[in-house]
């Protein structure tokens, strides 16, 4: 059983992205949505935030954990030595952005990921420059459903991204290509969901029962349509406060 673990709704693009190459893996899904967003919080936050992540996941019979969110990913899960077999958000993104053969990146992303300096440093490493772009409300107003606060911040995203001259742009939170439209066409606009997929196939492959699970920390309508959309599934989702 894969465990995929993000701070809302923003790991079902993660999700999407492994369920449309491998419908039959077994995956339980934790969205953490009474302690969203995690992009707001501290480093020492997250690590206590992706401990009881992992645990709930494990209580739910995940033997694999993928971590969707990138702040945890790069705050957390890179530096802390007995998470080293998690896969996260970081190498893949990078890893896919190297192979397309891109050479400067522009990389939206939440404050906790921008201050931890591990895409910074991933891409230095890969020989390729990166502007960051902190987005501190983008993933909340996603989570929120509001278009119109969402619309504001990424077509200055957007625009940031353009004039740094940025080949593409990096879709550094989970929560982000869940509007990918709102992006528009006037930037490549990569999302790191496939290649993080791609990660778990290869690892894990691809071989189940088809089980598709989904936990909450807090019930939202707007994750039980997010869920109806994305896989066609409804009452499935079961919130762990209840348990």
């Known amino acids: ?3 995929i673990f993000d ?4 790991g079902l693009s993660v999700l ?10 077994d995956v339980v899904y934790f969205g953490d949505l009474k302690n969203m967003p995690y992009g707001s919080k501290s480093q020492s936050e997250l690590l206590e935030l992706t401990e009881n992540a992992i645990q709930v996941l494990q209580n739910a ?13 790069a705050s957390v899960v890179r530096v802390t030595p007995a998470m080293e077999n998690i896969i996260e958000m970081v190498g893949p993104a990078v ?23 591990m895409y910074q440093k991933e891409f230095v490493r890969a020989g390729i420059r990166a502007a960051m772009i902190a987005c501190p409300e983008l993933a909340a107003a ?10 504001q911040i990424i077509d200055d995203v957007v625009a940031r991204a353009i004039v740094t001259g940025a080949d593409a742009l990096l879709l550094a939170c989970a929560h982000y290509p869940l509007v990918r439209e709102m992006f528009g ?3 490549t606009v990569i999302d790191p969901a496939d290649a993080v997929a791609d990660e778990i196939i290869t690892r894990y492959g691809a071989i189940g029962n088809g089980v598709l699970k989904f936990l909450v920390s807090e019930k939202s309508n707007s994750f039980q ?9 409804n009452n499935c989702i079961n919130c762990i406060e209840d348990r």
Not at 100 to 107: D, E, Q, Y
């Open 225 to 233: 349509k997010r869920v109806e959309n994305l896989f066609g599934v």
């Open 7 to 10: 701070s809302g709704s923003g």
């Open 16 to 25: 999407r992205a492994l369920h449309e190459r491998a419908p039959m893996l």
């Open 185 to 187: 066409n006037k930037i």
């Open 142 to 151: 996603i989570e929120r459903e509001d278009d119109t606060t969402a619309q």
């Open 95 to 117: 890893r896919s952005i190297a192979h397309k053969g891109i050479v400067h990146v522009a990389v939206a992303a939440t404050p906790a990921t921008v201050e931890s300096g």
């Open 61 to 73: 019979n995940a033997t694999q954990i993928v971590s969707a969110c990138n702040s945890v990913s």
């Open 1 to 3: 059983m894969i465990g």
